[in-house]
Structures are given as structure tokens and as C-alpha cells.
């Protein structure tokens, strides 16, 4: 008897090979942007973990200066007095090409022999020409990026002119370093020299940090010391807030590409009732043979566990190709946008394969027990009558209806009682999509109903069939929509999310850059007073502002202090949360800002305290508000210049922003400006139209990744709905033949069919619409914000809408045209022969 | 005693490459101490009078030398302790231009720390490097010291005696006063220690065979109060080592005689010993015997393969020495005593038994082996 049930699966399945196809594509489809997405995440990760420690090696902590940079005696102290065992100098400063002054490049002064312990210094070095005692022990020196050598045409000993500062030194190459990668403006490898020869580049007596591998009682014992002018500080907590950025954006790849498996999870539950639904005879009849429930479960488990695991290692083949293609995105996303480095991918984990072959199988398993437990539940005498089927599809629809309200409520409690956790973010979100889900069915019921007497007036009686036809079949049809209307919500609402994001940051950006030109520099005492005042004597230019950025290490991960001075046109701000006048009080130095993302993040609220590492000591600062900031740079600390001032001790400047005359020869005035900055090459110029313009091209990359898994979910949706669609059809072939019987002509028919398929499509695309909305509410209000701390307004450009119904609209059509042909070119009477 | 030869074993090591891990040594080390024997550097090739306390200090114009203190201890209830601590300073530069860094250097260190526990079969080694800056790390002849960072051996104002012994590591340390009781004694032909056919290929190498030596030595959190007998090597020079040879096997061992016994053998890549072997032995006055290649036999007993880096050395021996009438056999402590390090070798406490002349002796020592 099983291997006659065995038999007779392999014939149904064989007879429907396009249902076969399009099901194990579906699936496949599904479990490859789950993998895809899995292994591009992993992959990133574990390359950012390779390149941190190729940059930080095994280092624990940094002693790094409050102020100043560290006196070199501190380092000898550390290891003589303090019995510090592992500790490497650093100095990391910047120079350009003489040749080329646009281009700056990094210098890392390091001690070669404290680099075994801390970077396994041999993994810089490619090859075993590098004379390293040639490196310590000869001035002038240092190892060039491989990119920068090829791209300079340079060899080995070969000189190069450095600017330092304005000052022109020749530095000899003796060996090459690897490139950790390359950007669009070449390597990203710093020139390494010997600790000794960056100093004397430099001219410098002092280091830029010192590198430490503590444990915890040691790092205890040093920071017990209280060291003046120096904050020691976690190598991990250094990126602290980066990570958590990257972490966030990760987690959101890996909900989006669940939410893919989930479309894919539709998909077998469709095509696995489906194909219990189309034999309900057959079991009836061997039902009535003897075959007892448990053979019939078993057969269509194992046809489920057959079709899932054919289907999920085609999946993971297709996925593990998808994230060659993904982890570049992804890599570019979160290294140029949240480490400003570039990293190069890593080979993934085959836990990974497995872990998405076992997740594919097991949700087809999960999808299929339903239709396998109705198929063994088929009582022998009703499995012939198909109405008794739709009757009771309709009850557990209205069921499934009732079910999705306390769900909704649940999602609701959930989103509303957590404030800070993503994953219970996500967990709501999930619920509400489920609670939608359960209510397509008779959503889609209730739709048909109502456009019925519409479609009667314009197309007759295959109009009225059509959404009859809807209803009758809901055991068919109802799943199907649900599963195209989670997937064109998912595309609508990431379309919403993003619009809605690009238009915030474009609008802040807008807000912010109140000056015309803004002028930076890495280097010292560029912008004197009496410079700044030259630069306010040109013709046509209204005033300036002028910035001090830093970069602090405090507790919580460094910070950057952007101390300013305003300009005519004010500070640009977009508040979020203050004390009354906190803009005023700032300027009166009462207290400082902090950007949103570093208020949601740590807490912060007004009132609190900051402290904050000064030139005095740490010291302890009032914070007035919050204000709006999409930068990633972990959090951004505003005052007034004089209050910097007074606790840094720090005159300098490296950030000018220029207000033009609007009425003025603009054209002239920029001219001058540049002139006049001739003097200052290290000065960097650009226009606000620049950096709005760099912004959003930034912005656009970060996102290209949700576009592609955008494009990906709505794939998916595309081909459930067209496998679904047409084997609804296919399905019809018997009911198509009693009409045709009873007189509807061929075009009739074809009408009936494809204004069927178009009416599911547009059921979907519209109950998508307020899905999609909702999701773009979730992700906006409740993701972005525990993700990032970054807070947008929702926007509902029409065009991801549109294209959400379109989409649903296209695959219906698509999906229809099959049957609608068959349809038309119909024979009836084998079909009818044996009523 | 050959340790020089350390820079060239890396080399040759590095053609049979057992294991990854060996090779990213390799690669280091290599890297770290460059391959030849740059210009500039004074070689040795004349007979030397050593004075005191001058030799103890550098001798920067050679390329290599180093300070080597090797020793067996008891704690209470003869718990036995061995150690090693070694001071080896590389000339990295001869030239020297004067520079404005303050941390411009012209020599690194690299300094091994060894603790023996055989009760609990525990061996732990830990390496260090510094530049000679920032007084950082060096040596000075009066008062004695050589240090790196906070690892030192300092000795009194007058002579260097009694000598301070002072290492500390995450998980183990030292801190030992020593007493020399016999003077020092010079190796080779007139101190001039010839490694190979090559004019310069020699070292300057003395040695104190017997060194009293009291204090402390911590495992952990725990330290014991302990008492021993140490050895002290000297050596510098600028050479490399012949092509054909592979390695070599140090030998150190004080016998319950109130002599002494070096030995070196280089080993060649056949696995012969070179012409060019030889040793002392330290009479009980302080006078000493030459041991030429033919007159010592050396034949392995017993090997041992290191579970970490797959190297198979020969940690057991017989060594007889027919013109003495003295046969002995030497064996490990630990047989795990390789020092997984930058550079690779094993070193170890062992203990000794022999016969000479027909009266059973005793010992102990250590043993150094390289190029496996």
C-alpha cells in the first residue's frame, strides 16, 4: 500500500510539473535571501573582526591623552615603574603627497619588536624582503601600501616627498605593506615607519597613544595610578558605539530576509495544501480503500521533507551566490559608512549552510503539517464534496480573522511597554504581519463580494464569476493572497521607510549647512584670528563660523566635541528635546548639546550631567538638549567655542564655514576665497552643495542593500502568486469545461480567468497598502529609532505604493495569461467524459 | 656555548617547515633578526685577555651577544624547580648616525624566561623584545645590569658578585641572589670559541660553571623559597653559521664531583658532528680541560615529539668521554621543556648519572637542543 501511495504522489506531481517547478523555485528563492543575507552578515562581521585586529591587534586598552599627545617617558615608566608587561607606542598623524597634495594618507609610527605581541607584525608584511633592523635602525625610512607603491610607480628604495604640514621630507621606501583594502581614493593602509622615524617626520617629541594588553586586575592597577593628562581606556568600547550601529544594521538584514523565508514559508504552505486540497479525492477513495491516517500523514510529510529539502539546497546554492554579490553591499554599507574603512570579505562558516539547510527544511516541514494532518483527517465519504471543503475553509477563515485580534493586541502591548529593545521591536512587527495574514482570507472574501455587482455590469457573467469564483475557492486562494500581501507590504513599506528616510536626512542637511563653503583641516594652527579676519575682508563674504572638532574618549566610546561659534545665519539646529532657550543658555555657556543618537543610546535627557575628559580633569557638563543628527560617528557633544575654550585650553580651529552676499558676484568672491587658501594647501574646500550632494550619495549606497532585498522579497511575492494564481487555474480545468458546456464562449472564458487572477493581485496590492504603511510606521517609529537612535517623520511618497500594486498587479496578470490561453483553446469534451 | 647560532638555526629551520605555526615564527624571526651578517660589525678573530668588570657589559661594535643563566633549584620537601632567563642583544645598525628621536636604537633585545616545575610537570616560557632607547633596555658596567624593561641581572658595586636575578611574568617569576664559587672560565683557544672554517666565525665566550643561588621562584599566585646551583654564560661575536650545519647540542653539567662538564655539538645536515665541537671540562680548582670533537661520544637514548609544534628531539643521552674514563646519562626533568617561541628550541633542566673511573657520579644540569 505505501508504495502505491508513493506512486501516486510521484504521478500527481509528475502531471503538474509547473506547479513542481515554481513551488521549489519559490522556496528556493525564500531560503537563498535568507542564506544569502546570513552568510553576507557573517562574512562582514568576521572581516571586520580582522581588520580591527589587524589595526588593534590584541590590544586591550589605549592610554590615550586628554589633551596632549603622551610624553614618550610615560611609555618607559609604564614597563620600569609600573610593570606594565605588553604595551606598543603609537603615533598616527597625517601627511600628504608632495606630488599630489589633495592626497592625504595616514602615518603609523609603531615600535616593530612590541608589534609581535600586539598585531603579529609579520601579517603586515608580505614576503621576507622587509629588513626589519633596516626599518628601526635607518632614518628616513617606512613601508609603503602596496596600492600606493603600483600607483606611484615606485620600487623598492625609490624616495617620496611627504608634505608635513607645508614642509616637504623625503622618506625612502624599503618594503611594502598589504593593503588591508582599497576605496575609490586608494589605499586604505596607513605608511608604517619605525616609532623613532615618524617622530623625527613629525618633528615631534611625544606619541599619539599607547597600546595595552591588560587584564582586568592589571587595567585596574593602572587606572588606580590616576595618571595625569591621560584616560585609559577600553579598545573595545573605543568602537563601542560603532559596533552597535553595525549590529543594528545587521539585525535589520536578517529581519528583512526573514520576512523573504517568510513569503517562502506562504509559498509551501500554499502549494502543499494545494496539492492536498487537489486530491482530497484520491485520499478519499484510498481512505475508503483502508489506507489508514497515519500512512497518509506520513506520504505527504515525506513529500513535504522531499519538495523542502530539493528546494532549500538549491536555496543555499543560490544564496551562497547571492552573498558574493550582498557582501560587498554589505560591507560597503556598514566599513564606509559606519568605520570609514574598508574591509575585505571573509570566508563564511559552513555552520552557516547547514544552519540555513536545517531552517529551509524545517519551516517546509512547519508548512506542510497543516495540509498533511487535513489530508489525514479526510473522511472517506466527505472527501468527495468540495463545497463541504469551502464551507469549512470559510469557518476557519472568519476563525483565523478573530484569532488576529488579541495578536494585534499582543503586538501592540509589546511595541508599547519596550522602549529600547530591538529584538522585541522585530517581535512585534512579526506579530502584526501575522495578525494581517490571518485576516486576508476573509478580507479577500469580503473584497470579492463587494466588487461582484462592478465586475457583473462590465463584464457580464464572467465578470460575476470571477469574484464569485474567488470566494468559492477560498481554500485556494486565500493563502495565496495572504502570502503576496505580506510580500508587497514588506516591498511597500522598506520603499516607504527609506523615501521617508532620504527626505529627512536631505531636509536636515538643509537645515544644517547655513554656511556657503565650508573650509576644514587636519592640520594645527591653520585658521589664526588674523586669517579668519582676512577670510571676513573678502568682497562678498557676510561672516563666518567657526568650529573646533575633537574626538574625546570617554567611558562610553569617543565622542566628538563639535565646539562652535555661530555665523549669521545661527546654528543650523533642529532641536528635539530641551530646556526652554537651550540654544541661548548654550551660548551663555550653561551647558552643552548632544546629538540624538548619543541621547537615545546612553539616555541622556535634559538636566542630566556629562562628564566629560577636559584639559582640567574630567569635568561634569549640563546638558540643555538634544539635537536632530543622522552622522554616524557615534555621538556628537556641541557647546559654544568659549566654553571649549576655557575647559581645553585650546585655541585652534580646524573647521570654518563661509556665508556668502546673496547679492554679490559669487563667482568672484569664490575665486578669492581660493586664492586666498593657496596659502594653506592642507585646507580642505567645499561648497555645501558638495556635501549635500556626497551625503546623499552616501545615503543612497547605505540603502542600496535594502533596495536589492526589496527587489528580492518582491521576487519572491512574484513567483508564490504566480505559481499560486496558475495552479488555481490549472486546477479549473473541470469546472472551465462545465462552463463551456453549459455555453460561455472561448473569450467568455478567457475573461473569467484572467479578471480572476487580476482581481486576486489587486486584492493583494491593496490590502498591501495599508500593511505596507504600517510596516513603514513600525520601521520608522519603532526600528530606526532603537537601531540608531535616529528619529524621521513618515512620508508617503506615492511612488513605493504604487509600485507595490503595480507589482502584485504584473505577477496576476503574468500569472493569468497561461490558463487564460489554455482556457480559450479548451477541449471539452475529454474533460467532461467521464460525469 | 653556541647560542649565536640561534639566528642562524631560524634560518635553516625554516626550509623544513613542520607546521604552520613554525613557519609564521620562522617568518618572524627571520624578519626580526635579518638574514646576513650586515657590515660594520667587529668579528672575532684574535685571542682576548677578558677583563672584569668591563666584559660584563656590552660589546656593541659585535653584532650579537648575550647573558645566560640557567639553573637547577629545590624548594622545601625537594620539590625541584629549573629556570632560564636570557638577555640577547642583536646590533641592528653599525653605522651610527646621530639621531634625533629619542627612541632611536641601534640594538634590540630579546629576552626568554623558563620555569621548570617537575612536581606538577609544568614548563612555562615567555619571550620579550625591546629597542635599546629610552633606557628601555641595555647594560652598564658599574654597578653591572642588564635589563630589559623590568627583567634585570645587577650585580654589586666592587665585583659583581653576589648578582641579583629579578623576572617576572604573568605566570611565573624569579628573584635569586648568586655567588660564583669557581672563577671564570674561558672556552676555546684563548677565548676565541671557533664555530667554522670561515676567518671570523668565532665568538668570545666565557662562562661562571658554578653559581650558588638562593630566593624565590613564583608560579602563579604562589612563591617558594628556594636554593641551587646556577650557570652563567657570556658570549658575543658577528658570525653565521656554516651552511652545512643543522643545529646543535649544548651541554651544561655539574657533577657531584665538584666538576664541570660544556659541551657543544654542532651537528651537521647529515647529522654528524662538526670538526668543529668542542667543550671544557671544569676541574674542582677552577682549571680547565679542552674537549675537542673526537674526544667526546654522544648517542641519543630517548625522543620526545612535542604535541604543539610536531618537532621530535632527542631529550635523553649518553655521553662518554674515554680519555676520562667517565660515561654518563643524562636525562630530562620534564621532557616537555621547548620553549614555543619566537625563536624554537628546547631547553631543560636534567639530572645526571654516570660513572667515572669506576666511582658513581651524580648531577645536574642543562641541556640545550636546536635545529630539530
Known amino acids: ?835 | 656555548m653556541n647560542r649565536f647560532l640561534i639566528l642562524a638555526t631560524i634560518i635553516l629551520t625554516s626550509c623544513s617547515e613542520h607546521h604552520e605555526q613554525i613557519a609564521t615564527q620562522i617568518e618572524n624571526a627571520t624578519e626580526f633578526l635579518g638574514e646576513s651578517v650586515p657590515e660594520g660589525f667587529a668579528r672575532v678573530t684574535s685571542q682576548r685577555i677578558f677583563q672584569f668588570p668591563e666584559d660584563h657589559g656590552s660589546h656593541e661594535d659585535y653584532q650579537n651577544e648575550w647573558w645566560y643563566i640557567t639553573g637547577n633549584l629545590e624548594a622545601s620537601q625537594q620539590r625541584h624547580f629549573g629556570f632560564e632567563l636570557t638577555f640577547f642583544r642583536y646590533g641592528l645598525n653599525a653605522n651610527t648616525t646621530p639621531r634625533k628621536s629619542e627612541w632611536a636604537a641601534n640594538h634590540a633585545w630579546m629576552g626568554h624566561l623558563a620555569v621548570t616545575d617537575s612536581q606538577n610537570n609544568e614548563f612555562v616560557a615567555v619571550e620579550r623584545f625591546s629597542r635599546q632607547a629610552l633606557k628601555l633596555a641595555g647594560t652598564q658596567t658599574t654597578p653591572f645590569k642588564v635589563w630589559l624593561e623590568d627583567w634585570f641581572i645587577y650585580g654589586n658595586k666592587d665585583n659583581i658578585w653576589p648578582l641579583s636575578v629579578n623576572a617576572n611574568s604573568e605566570r611565573v617569576g624569579l628573584n635569586l641572589t648568586l655567588n660564583s664559587k669557581k672563577p671564570a672560565v674561558s672556552h676555546g683557544d684563548g677565548g676565541v670559541d671557533q664555530k667554522g672554517p670561515e676567518k671570523g666565525n668565532a665568538s668570545h665566550y666565557y662562562s661562571f660553571t658554578r653559581l650558588d643561588a638562593k630566593g624565590t621562584v613564583r608560579i602563579d599566585e604562589r612563591s617558594y623559597q628556594v636554593s641551587g646551583s646556577a650557570w652563567m654564560d657570556r658570549e658575543w661575536g658577528t658570525s653565521s653559521l656554516s651552511p652545512d650545519i643543522a643545529g646543535w647540542d649544548w651541554f651544561g653539567l655539574q657533577l657531584s664531583d665538584e666538576r664541570e662538564f660544556m659541551y657543544y655539538r654542532l651537528r651537521t645536515n647529515d647529522g654528524q658532528s662538526s670538526p668543529y665541537s668542542g667543550g671544557s671540562i671544569i676541574l674542582p680548582d677552577g682549571e680547565r680541560l679542552n674537549l675537542n670533537a673526537s674526544d667526546v661520544f654522544l648517542e641519543p637514548l630517548k625522543y620526545w615529539t612535542s604535541p604543539e609544534t610536531g618537532a621530535t628531539y632527542p631529550t635523553s643521552w649518553q655521553i662518554s668521554i674515554p680519555q676520562e674514563e667517565m660515561t654518563l646519562t643524562v636525562n630530562p626533568y620534564l621532557d616537555k621543556q621547548e620553549l614555543n617561541l619566537t625563536v624554537r628550541y628546547w631547553e631543560g633542566a636534567m639530572k645526571v648519572n654516570g660513572i667515572r673511573k669506576g666511582q658513581s657520579i651524580t648531577g645536574q644540569g642543562y641541556t640545550e637542543l636546536t635545529g630539530y
Open chain 1, 1 to 835: 500500500m505505501n508504495t502505491l501511495l508513493c506512486v501516486a504522489a510521484t504521478r500527481f506531481y509528475l502531471k503538474r510539473p509547473w506547479q513542481l517547478c515554481l513551488a521549489i523555485f519559490g522556496i528556493a528563492l525564500g531560503v537563498a535571501v535568507y542564506v544569502g543575507v546570513d552568510l553576507a552578515n557573517d562574512s562582514a562581521r568576521r572581516a571586520f573582526n580582522v581588520t580591527a585586529s589587524l589595526i588593534n591587534g590584541s590590544t586591550t586598552h589605549q592610554l590615550v591623552g586628554t589633551a596632549n599627545d603622551i610624553p614618550n617617558s610615560l611609555y618607559r615608566d609604564l614597563h620600569l615603574k609600573y610593570g606594565v608587561r605588553f604595551a606598543a607606542p603609537v603615533i598616527e598623524d597625517g601627511v600628504r603627497l608632495a606630488s599630489n597634495t589633495r592626497r592625504e594618507l595616514t602615518v603609523l609610527g609603531i615600535d616593530p619588536l612590541k608589534e609581535t605581541e600586539f598585531r603579529g607584525f609579520s601579517s603586515f608584511i608580505p614576503g621576507s624582503e622587509t629588513n626589519l633592523p633596516q626599518l628601526i635602525s635607518e632614518p628616513g625610512t617606512a613601508l609603503l601600501p602596496e596600492s600606493l607603491m603600483s600607483e606611484l610607480g615606485l620600487e623598492r628604495d625609490d624616495e617620496l616627498g611627504l608634505l608635513v604640514g607645508n614642509i616637504e621630507k623625503k622618506i625612502r621606501v624599503i618594503g611594502t605593506v598589504r593593503d588591508i583594502s582599497l576605496t575609490a581614493e586608494g589605499a586604505t593602509a596607513p605608511i608604517i615607519m619605525d616609532i623613532a622615524t615618524a617622530q623625527e617626520l613629525f618633528n615631534r617629541t611625544t606619541i599619539s597613544r599607547i597600546d595595552l594588553i591588560l587584564n582586568d586586575s592589571e587595567a585596574e592597577d593602572l587606572t588606580s595610578l590616576d595618571l595625569p593628562n591621560v584616560l585609559l581606556t577600553d579598545a573595545n568600547d573605543r568602537n563601542a558605539s560603532f559596533d552597535e550601529l553595525a549590529r543594528a544594521f545587521q539585525t535589520n538584514l536578517t529581519a528583512l530576509s526573514l520576512l523573504a523565508l517568510l513569503v517562502g514559508v506562504f509559498l509551501i504552505y500554499a502549494t502543499m495544501s494545494f496539492a492536498v486540497v487537489q486530491r482530497r479525492k484520491t485520499f478519499g477513495v484510498l481512505r475508503a480503500l483502508g489506507v489508514d491516517r497515519n500512512q497518509l500523514l506520513l506520504v505527504t510529510l515525506s513529500e513535504a521533507l522531499i519538495i523542502g529539502a530539493i528546494a532549500t539546497l538549491l536555496g543555499v546554492l543560490l544564496g551562497h551566490q547571492l552573498a558574493n554579490s550582498l557582501v560587498e553591499l554589505v560591507l560597503q554599507t556598514t566599513g564606509d559608512f559606519y568605520f570609514r574603512s574598508n574591509v575585505a570579505p571573509a570566508t563564511p562558516s559552513i555552520l552557516l549552510y547547514i544552519k540555513g539547510f536545517i531552517l529551509g527544511v524545517a519551516t517546509t516541514l512547519a508548512a506542510a503539517a497543516a495540509p498533511a494532518l487535513d489530508a489525514a483527517h479526510t473522511m472517506p465519504q466527505t472527501a468527495i464534496s468540495r463545497a463541504k471543503l469551502e464551507r469549512s475553509t470559510r469557518k476557519i477563515a472568519d476563525r483565523a480573522a478573530l484569532i488576529s485580534v488579541p495578536i494585534s493586541l499582543a503586538a501592540l502591548v509589546l511595541l508599547g511597554f519596550s522602549t529600547k529593545s530591538l529584538y522585541l521591536g522585530f517581535i512585534g512587527l512579526f506579530l502584526v504581519i501575522a495578525a494581517s495574514t490571518l485576516l486576508i482570507p476573509t478580507a479577500t472574501r469580503v473584497f470579492a463580494k463587494l466588487v461582484e455587482p462592478a465586475l457583473e455590469r462590465s463584464f457580464g457573467i464572467s465578470g460575476s464569476l470571477a469574484a464569485r469564483g474567488i470566494s468559492a475557492s477560498l481554500s485556494r486562494t486565500g493563502v495565496a493572497t495572504a502570502a503576496l500581501t505580506v510580500a508587497v507590504a514588506t516591498v511597500i513599506g522598506i520603499g516607504l521607510m527609506v523615501s521617508s528616510f532620504r527626505i529627512s536626512v536631505d531636509e536636515w542637511l538643509s537645515g544644517t549647512l547655513t554656511a556657503d563653503i565650508y573650509l576644514s583641516t587636519e592640520s594645527e594652527n591653520v585658521f589664526s584670528n588674523s586669517r579668519i579676519e582676512e577670510l571676513n575682508a573678502i568682497q562678498g563674504v557676510i561672516g563666518t563660523s567657526i568650529t573646533r572638532f575633537i574626538r574625546v574618549p570617554t567611558e562610553q566610546g569617543e565622542l566628538t566635541i563639535r565646539a562652535q561659534r555661530a555665523g549669521p545665519l545661527g546654528w543650523g539646529l533642529s532641536l528635539i528635546e530641551e530646556f526652554p532657550d537651550a540654544i541661548e543658555r548654550m551660548e551663555s555657556n550653561e551647558g552643552i548639546l548632544v546629538s540624538e543618537p548619543l541621547a537615545f543610546r546612553q539616555g541622556l535627557e535634559p538636566g542630566d550631567k556629562l562628564p566629560l575628559p577636559t584639559k582640567q580633569g574630567k569635568e561634569e557638563f549640563t546638558i540643555l538638549g538634544s539635537f536632530k543628527d543622522y552622522n554616524t560617528n557615534g555621538g556628537t557633544i556641541l557647546m559654544s567655542l568659549s566654553l571649549y575654550r576655557t575647559y581645553w585650553n585650546d585655541e585652534d580651529i580646524n573647521g570654518v564655514g563661509v556665508y556668502l552676499d546673496t547679492n554679490s558676484d559669487r563667482e568672484n568672491t569664490i575665486s578669492e576665497i581660493r586664492t586666498f587658501l593657496e596659502e594653506t594647501p592642507s585646507v580642505r574646500y567645499r561648497s555645501t552643495d558638495f556635501i549635500q550632494e556626497q551625503s546623499l550619495s552616501i545615503f543612497d549606497q547605505t540603502f542600496k542593500i535594502t533596495e536589492v532585498l526589496r527587489v528580492l522579497a518582491g521576487l519572491v511575492a512574484f513567483l508564490g502568486l504566480f505559481s499560486a494564481l496558475m495552479s488555481i487555474e490549472i486546477e479549473k480545468t473541470r469546472e472551465v469545461a462545465t462552463l463551456r458546456a453549459m455555453g460561455l464562449d472561448p473569450r467568455q472564458i478567457g475573461i473569467l480567468t484572467l479578471s480572476q487572477t487580476s482581481l486576486l493581485g489587486l486584492a493583494s496590492g491593496l490590502f498591501a497598502i495599508p500593511l505596507g504603511i504600517i510596516m513603514a510606521i513600525l520601521l520608522i517609529y519603532v526600528i530606526n529609532v532603537r537601531s540608531f537612535g535616529w528619529s524621521m517623520s513618515l512620508v508617503l511618497s506615492s511612488q513605493p505604493l504604487l509600485f507595490g500594486v503595480l507589482l502584485a498587479l504584473t505577477a496576476s496578470i503574468l500569472a493569468g495569461i497561461y490558463p487564460t490561453v489554455r482556457a480559450i483553446k479548451f477541449n471539452v469534451a475529454p474533460q467532461l467524459r467521464d460525469e
